[in-house]
Nanobody, 126 residues
Framework: QVQLVESGGGLVQAGGSLRLSCATSGRTLSGYALGWFRQAPGKEREFVGALSRSGEYTYYADSVKGRFTISRDNAKNTVYLQMTNLKREDTAIYYC???????????????????WGQGTQVTVSS
């Protein structure tokens, strides 16, 4: 069982930056594909970005490409989502997710992931 805990959310002005963290306790994230998703009020949860198991590849939604960056610190068992040039439409609850070692399917879909954090709220004001 992998337990994920997000942190780092908050209120920020448009154009500002935040870094979200997603940590596990007692279990390494090495070898897991990791994803970030978000859900805005009244909307479906959507893909934000993902990091392949090897850490070699990253994938981003078009809406965040060039502004958001995913990275992983294996020593700290933590994955990060660095968000810059934030916009009001980035306001949402952000979730991190991890797959299982034998999971298959696209990294951009929720079905790929088996473990989810509780979410952290990001609010961008104008």
């Amino acid at each position: 069982q992998v337990q994920l805990v997000e942190s780092g959310g908050g209120l920020v002005q448009a154009g500002g930056s935040l870094r979200l963290s997603c940590a596990t306790s007692g279990r390494t994230l090495s070898g897991y594909a990791l994803g970030w998703f978000r859900q805005a009020p009244g909307k479906e949860r959507e893909f934000v970005g993902a990091l392949s198991r090897s850490g070699e590849y990253t994938y981003y939604a078009d809406s965040v490409k060039g502004r958001f960056t995913i990275s992983r610190d294996n020593a700290k068992n933590t994955v990060y989502l660095q968000m810059t040039n934030l916009k009001r439409e980035d306001t949402a609850i952000y979730y991190c997710a991890a797959d299982r070692p034998r999971s298959v399917g696209s990294l951009t879909t929720e079905a790929r992931y088996d473990y989810w954090g509780q979410g952290t709220q990001v609010t961008v004001s104008s």
